[in-house]
C-alpha cells in the first residue's frame, strides 16, 4: 500500500509502507472505460468525480445511451440524496464523454477495461487497445477472475498490463484490488495504487490468481448458498435473512447474486473452478440455467428474485414469494414457556420470553443457579430500562412472569418447553427422554442446539413430531435471527407454531433442515476456513484479508477478526462438524488453524490469535 500526496507542483510524491524510497508518480488526468454495464458505468462515473476527463467507449449507440444513463440514474440518486450538488454533477458528467469508437481512446494514459466476464472478448479488445493507445499508457481489467497474465500477453506492452478490481457498486464501495503480474513494472504498479488513493479508495495489492482476495472467499460462499437454496434445504428469503441478521451482512447472498449479475457470477465461480479445481466453486447447475433462460438477476429485472423493471433494485413479489399465514395447518396454542439452564443463552431466552407476554418456567440444576439467572436477567432487564427500551411497569411485568424451580416435574403444564443445557449429545438425550415422560403431550420440545442433530433429541421421545429447533443467536435479547430447524419427523403444525411464536416475539424466524450448521454457521464457517487457507498460502496478510471483505464487501468484520472474536477453538470445532458431516474436502480445517489451536492462541480470550491483543 502507498501513501500519496499531492505537491504543488500536482506530481504526486510517494512513501512506500516498507521503504525510504521516493518516487514521483504519474498524474493522470484523461483515463477510458471499456463497457458500461455493471461496472463500467460505475467506474466512470467514480474517475469523473475525482475530476478526471473520461472516455467512456460502448459497442453500439444504445449501449452508449444506456450507459449514459446508468451514470445520470446514480448522479441522481446521490443528488437526491444530498452526497452530490447539482453543479458538481452538472461538471462531472460534462467530463464523460460518450462514444462507441474504441480508436478515441488514443489520448488515454489509462483504460479500464469492464466488459463481460469472457476471456476471448477481453483478449480481443486488449489486442485492439494496444495498437490504439500511446506507448506508455496503462492497460487495466476490472476482471474478478480472469488471469491478469494471459491478457498482458495479447499485447506487445506486457509490463504496463494490470488488475484494477472494483467492487460492486463502484461509486460506494472503497476497496480496489490492484493486481500485479509477474511482469508488472514496479512502477506501473505504484501509480494505480496512487491513482486508487487519489479516487478515495482503500487498495491492496496482491498477485494474478482467481478470485483475488475477495471473490476468492466471497463466491465459495455464494455457490454454496445458490446450492441451499436448489436443494430447497431453505427458501432464497430465508438464507438471505439469515445471513444478514446472523452475520450482519448487508445483503443476503442470494440477493448479492442478482446484483452482481446471474452471467458474472457463472464466469467468475467457473475461472475460479477451472484454476483451482475445488469442487465447491463448480458452479451449482441453477446458475446455468438462470443464465440460460435470460434471468441475469437485477439488470435484466429477475434472478433469483423479480425485480420491479430493469435494473431496478426493488424486489417485487412472484410465484416462489411466501405468503404471510398460508400454512394451512391449525397452530398450537403457547402461553406458558418452560426454559431449561442457567448459561448465557438460557438467561437471554427467559428474559425474551418473558419481555413479550409469555409465563416462564425456568428450571436449573440448584438453587443458587435459580438466584444467579434471576440476578442476571434483572440486570440486564435494569438496563434496558435504563437504556429507555423498556418502561417500569413493562419491567415490573416482565420479572412477575418468570419463576424459577429446580425440578424438572415444574414444567409438566408447559406449551412450549426450550432447553439451552450443554452441548452434549447424551445429556440433552436424557433430558428429552425425562421431559417426554413429564410435559404434557399436546407440548411442544425445542432444543437450541447450534451443532448436533435435532433428530437425536426427537428420537430420545415417543413424540417425535413435537420436537423442533429453534437456534437462538447470542445475545438472545438483541440478535433478531432463529434457526427454526425441523426434522424428518417434525409435524407441520409444530413447526408453523413456532414460527409464529418467533414473530410473537419480535424475531424474524428462518425454517432449515437438520444438518449440521444449519443455514448461517455451515455458509459463515467454510467461508472462515478459506480465509485461513489463504492466509497458510502467503497470498495476503491477515490485515489485507480483513480489510477487503470489510471495505470491498461491507462485512462487519474481516475473517480473522470474526475468528479471533468466535475463538479459533470453537471455530475449529464448527468446522470440524460439517467436515465430518458432509464429508466435503473443501470443508477440511485449514491446518493453520489447528496449529493455532494447539499452540493454545484462541483468540480475544488468551490475548492472542490471528491478531494479537494488548492485555
Ligand atoms: P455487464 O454485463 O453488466 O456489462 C458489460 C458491458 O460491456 C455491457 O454493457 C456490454 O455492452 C459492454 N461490452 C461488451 N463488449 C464490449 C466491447 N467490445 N467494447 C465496449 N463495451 C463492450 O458486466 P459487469 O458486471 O459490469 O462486468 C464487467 C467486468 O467487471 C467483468 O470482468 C466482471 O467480472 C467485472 N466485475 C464485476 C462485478 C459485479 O459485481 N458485477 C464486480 C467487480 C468486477
Keep these: 500500500m502507498a501513501i500519496s500526496l499531492t505537491s504543488r507542483s500536482n506530481e504526486r510524491l510517494c512513501l512506500t509502507a516498507n521503504s525510504e524510497e521516493r518516487y514521483v508518480a504519474r498524474v493522470f488526468s484523461k483515463v477510458g472505460v471499456v463497457g458500461l454495464g455493471t461496472m463500467g458505468a460505475g467506474i466512470a462515473e467514480v474517475f469523473a468525480r475525482s475530476g478526471l476527463d473520461v472516455i467512456a467507449v460502448e ?51 489509462l483504460v ?44 506487445g506492452r506486457p509490463s504496463k498490463v494490470i488488475g484494477l ?9 472503497k476497496l480496489v484490488e490492484v493486481i500485479r503480474t509477474v511482469v508488472t513494472e514496479p512502477q506501473v504498479v505504484e501509480d494505480v495504487e496512487a491513482l486508487a488513493a487519489q479516487l478515495g479508495k482503500t487498495d491492496v495489492t496482491v498477485g494474478d490468481k482467481a478470485g483475488f482476495i475477495a471473490n476468492a472467499l466471497l463466491f465459495g460462499y455464494l455457490n454454496h448458498a445458490v446450492s441451499m437454496y436448489e436443494q430447497r434445504y431453505a427458501t432464497r428469503e430465508d438464507i438471505d435473512a439469515a445471513m444478514k441478521l446472523g452475520c450482519g451482512l448487508p445483503m443476503g447472498p442470494l440477493a448479492l447474486m442478482d446484483l452482481i449479475g446471474i452471467d458474472t457470477a457463472y464466469e467468475i465461480l467457473d475461472t475460479m473452478y477451472r484454476q483451482g479445481r475445488d469442487r465447491l466453486h463448480a458452479p451449482s ?24 423493471a430493469e435494473g431496478s ?34 438467561t437471554g431466552i427467559i428474559e425474551v420470553f418473558a419481555k ?68 452434549e449429545l447424551s445429556v440433552k438425550q436424557a433430558l428429552f427422554a425425562n421431559l417426554d415422560e413429564i410435559v404434557k403431550r399436546e407440548a411442544i420440545l425445542a432444543t437450541t442446539t447450534s451443532s448436533l442433530p435435532v433428530i437425536e433429541c426427537a428420537a430420545a421421545t415417543s413424540r417425535p413430531g413435537s420436537v423442533i429447533g429453534m437456534h437462538f443467536f447470542n445475545p438472545a435479547t438483541v440478535m433478531k435471527l432463529v434457526e427454526v430447524v425441523t426434522t424428518v419427523a417434525t409435524a407441520p403444525e409444530v413447526a408453523a407454531t413456532v414460527r409464529a411464536v418467533c414473530g410473537t416475539l419480535d424475531k424474524q424466524p428462518v425454517s432449515c433442515g ?46 480473522f477478526e470474526l475468528i479471533d472474536t468466535v475463538g479459533l477453538d470453537v471455530s475449529l470445532a464448527i468446522q470440524r462438524e460439517l467436515y465430518l458431516e458432509f464429508r466435503e474436502p473443501g470443508f477440511a480445517p485449514a491446518p493453520l488453524l489447528e496449529q493455532l489451536v494447539t499452540a493454545g492462541y484462541l483468540g480475544r480470550k488468551t490475548g492472542r490469535g490471528f491478531h494479537v491483543y494488548p492485555s
Design 59 to 109: 459497442v453500439d449507440d444504445a449501449a452508449v445511451e444506456r450507459g449514459r444513463s446508468h451514470v445520470e440514474d446514480s448522479t441522481g440518486r446521490a443528488l437526491s440524496r444530498g452526497k452530490l450538488d447539482e453543479a458538481d454533477r452538472t461538471a462531472m458528467l460534462e467530463r464523460i464523454t460518450f462514444t462507441s469508437s474504441l480508436e478515441d481512446l488514443a489520448e488515454a494514459e
Design 112 to 155: 479500464v477495461e469492464a466488459i463481460p466476464e469472457r476471456m476471448e472478448l477481453k483478449a480481443d479488445v486488449f489486442a485492439r487497445l494496444d495498437k490504439i493507445l500511446p506507448p506508455d499508457a496503462i492497460l487495466a481489467t476490472n476482471t474478478s477472475s480472469l488471469s491478469v497474465t494471459q491478457l498482458s500477453v495479447v499485447t
Design 165 to 173: 478490481h472494483f467492487f460492486n457498486p463502484a461509486p460506494v464501495m
Design 285 to 308: 447447475p441453477i446458475i446455468r440455467q438462470l443464465m440460460i433462460a435470460g434471468r441475469l438477476g437485477r439488470k435484466s429485472g429477475r434472478g433469483f428474485y423479480s425485480y420491479e
Design 313 to 346: 433494485p426493488k424486489v417485487v413479489d412472484d410465484d416462489l414469494t411466501p405468503h404471510v399465514g398460508s400454512a394451512d395447518v391449525d397452530l398450537r396454542d403457547i402461553r406458558s414457556v418452560g426454559v431449561i439452564g442457567s448459561g448465557t443463552m438460557a
Design 356 to 423: 413479550s407476554g409469555y409465563d416462564v418456567l425456568f428450571v436449573t440444576r440448584g438453587r443458587e443457579k435459580v438466584t444467579m439467572v434471576d440476578k442476571a436477567v434483572a440486570r440486564s432487564l435494569e438496563k434496558a430500562v435504563q437504556r429507555g427500551k423498556l418502561s417500569e411497569q413493562d419491567r415490573t411485568d416482565a420479572q412477575g412472569r418468570i419463576t424459577g424451580s429446580i425440578s424438572l416435574d415444574a414444567l409438566a403444564d408447559c406449551d412450549l418447553v426450550v432447553e439451552a443445557v450443554v452441548e
Design 514 to 559: 437438520d444438518r449440521s450448521g444449519f443455514i448461517v454457521n455451515a455458509l459463515l464457517f467454510p467461508y472462515l476456513n478459506d480465509a485461513v487457507k489463504m492466509l497458510q498460502a502467503h497470498y495476503a496478510t491477515a490485515d489485507d484479508i480483513d480489510s477487503a471483505m470489510k471495505v470491498g464487501c461491507g462485512y462487519p468484520m474481516g475473517p
